[in-house]
């Protein structure tokens, strides 16, 4: 991978015109200057008064935007991280993969506020009188955004890497840490790009939340543009939240033309195909960079000693020399299944005793009842997603001209926070006497489509070109097409969107149960609704008790439905 990267920074070496040195030189200068600007409120007192969002005036929102961004990119690189550490432990260790994939999928369907309940006052008490506190809660808040979806992802690159490669693989010698750098993180490349582009997606959904931190008698709004939407809708200033939704389109259409889409530009050079495609990715900012003299000088030493490291012969240490018995195995994975277990019960029991001092029985039951509403919404809803976003994804998939041109629309639209659209929904549902229960449902879909949408782009775009000129030599068409070519293409792409979307819903679920426009609230009737009540009366029990209830329900629901449809995917739809 990192040759190639060598190889795409070192492209057009005869002297070209000055403007392109003047573009990206200009480009680079700005960014440095906004981080520096940005940074600056990082060092401010917690009390002080740019600490605090206390004005919507329209000229703060620049500023409000840059905040933001930081926050997200700083998730969105400690994501990054997340992902190529547990996902490669999960995918390359059978018995980690015991205990890192239930608490996986546990981590992506808790709702936010259920991290924020018990981590600002950590953060807060680490960086005691400082914003620093307030803002490392926040950007960890954004990051359980983030993470796991793409921790899925590249975890589902790694155990479908087609056996002939790994072979070819085997056969060179490459070591481990060759193997995962040449082979397998190259391979993962699409699918992991076009997650990242969810995944900041998804912390923009989220960032009222993160921004505007309520828990209790805790109440901190940082300078963002989530904090600047909350005041909005606290003051119903229905000029300040459309100022708020224009900035972020602003900010969305720059960073996708600036990183991600020369990132899928460069994506487009791992597919795993025979012949190359007619239409390629093409991206403005990498041509401009590729043409840049000093750009491209300044890149190349770092570039070949990432190559050089990525190429050291590191490998696993040697195991012992005794015998590999499958007898002795089997009771090393009983062993290791047996503390496992014994570590779940006694949290499970540290939860029940916490919680039974405060609550009842009764508490216990209507919490498993609004988790079983919950769960019916999301299902219902998971289907709706489906059968609208697979064609549709692979409709665009499928031609690279088109994804370019959707590509920023598609990301502005998963980044659309429900919080806008609580005006309506409250307006509405109180005029017309609806049922919260039915109307409320449909802003949880707001956020948790997108992850279906964004991987079956993914698993189309990756669909490798000369399977397609067999496609189009034998005449597959219509629906022998749809059953024998495409779906089993996408299929395991189409599993980790709908594993992430199934975790996104219930996390969604905290944000579109309970809904508020002024003094206005609306509540439908789950376990969403329950843990946001539980969380702005700062009861911890009840907090407690959603969280671990819904935790119960997802692990069962992952288990039961996509784990079998994920062992189905690397069993026997793979393109080997």
């Known amino acids: 991978m990192l040759s190639r990267f060598v190889a795409f920074t070192s492209l057009g070496r005869k002297a070209l015109p000055n403007q392109y ?21 990082l060092t401010l007192p917690l009390t002080a008064p740019e600490s605090t969002v206390v004005s919507l005036d329209y000229k703060l929102l620049p500023y409000f935007a840059l905040r933001t961004t930081l926050r997200m990119f700083t998730a969105i690189a400690a994501s990054l991280i997340f992902t190529f550490v547990y996902a490669t432990l999960a995918a390359k260790s059978r018995r980690a993969a015991l205990v890192l994939i239930p608490l996986l999928d546990v981590l ?55 056996h002939d490669l790994n072979e070819v693989a085997h056969g060179f010698g490459l070591s481990w840490w060759q193997r995962f750098w040449q082979l397998e993180t190259p391979f993962a ?49 229905i000029d300040a939240v459309f100022a708020a939704i224009v900035a972020m389109l602003a900010v969305i259409l720059a960073y996708d033309q600036l990183l991600f889409r020369p990132l899928v530009a460069f994506s487009a050079r791992f597919r795993v195909e025979l012949s190359a495609g ?14 840049t003299h000093w750009m491209r000088a300044s890149l190349r030493a770092p570039a070949q000693l990432l190559r050089a490291i990525a190429l050291l012969r590191m490998d696993l240490p040697v195991r012992s020399s005794l015998p590999q018995s ?19 019960v006694w949290a499970g029991w540290l939860i029940v005793d916490y ?30 997603a489906t059968v609208v976003w697979v064609p549709a994804g692979i409709w665009i998939g499928l031609r690279p001209a088109l994804a370019e041109k959707v590509q ?38 707001f956020g948790t489509q997108w992850y279906i949408l964004f991987n079956v782009i993914a698993g189309a775009s990756a669909f490798p070109n000369d399977l397609k000129e067999a496609v189009a030599n034998f005449r597959i068409h219509g629906w022998d097409w749809w059953k024998c070519v495409i779906v089993p293409a996408i299929f395991p792409y189409y599993v980790t969107g709908a594993l992430t979307a199934s975790g996104g819903s219930w996390n969604a679920a905290i944000v579109a149960e309970y809904v508020k426009w002024g003094n206005d609230t609306v509540s439908a009737h789950g ?50």
């Open 21 to 41: 040195d003047l573009f990206a030189f200009a480009l680079v200068l700005s960014v440095f200057i906004a981080i520096t600007h940005v940074s600056h409120g």
């Open 108 to 162: 992506q369907s808790v709702p936010i506020l259920g991290f924020l309940s018990f981590t600002v006052t950590f953060f807060l008490g680490l960086f005691p009188g400082s914003i620093l506190g307030a803002e490392c809660a926040a950007i960890f808040a954004i990051f359980t955004s983030q993470a796991w979806n793409m921790a899925f992802s590249f975890y589902q690159s790694l155990r479908n890497v087609p």
């Open 189 to 237: 490349m699409p699918g992991l790009i076009w997650n990242m582009m969810m995944s900041m997606s998804g912390g923009w959904f989220f960032v009222v939340a993160s921004e505007a931190i309520a828990v209790g008698d805790t109440t901190v709004k940082l300078p963002g543009i989530g904090s600047y939407l909350a005041l909005a809708i606290e003051e119903k200033r």
């Open 278 to 291: 007619q239409i390629q990715e093409k991206s403005f900012v990498a041509n401009v960079f590729a043409r």
């Open 326 to 344: 499958p007898v002795l195995s089997r009771v090393i994975d009983v062993l290791w299944v047996a503390c496992v277990g014994l570590v779940t």
């Open 355 to 384: 919680v039974r001092q405060e609550l009842s029985w009764s508490d216990f039951w209507q919490s498993v009842l609004y988790t079983v509403f919950t769960m019916v919404r999301v299902v219902l809803l998971m289907a709706l």
């Open 408 to 445: 920023p629309l598609a990301q502005f639209l998963a980044a659309f926070p429900a919080n806008v659209i609580f005006p309506a929904a409250v307006v509405l549902i109180l005029k017309f006497s609806l049922n919260p229960d039915i109307w409320l449902s449909f802003l949880i879909v």
């Open 527 to 576: 376990i969403g609704a329950y843990i946001a009540k539980a969380t702005a009366d700062g009861d911890y029990p009840k907090i407690v008790l959603g969280v671990a209830v819904m935790s119960i329900f997802v692990i069962m629901f992952n288990r039961l439905l996509w784990r079998p449809l994920y062992g189905l995917a690397e069993r026997r739809l793979r393109l080997d």
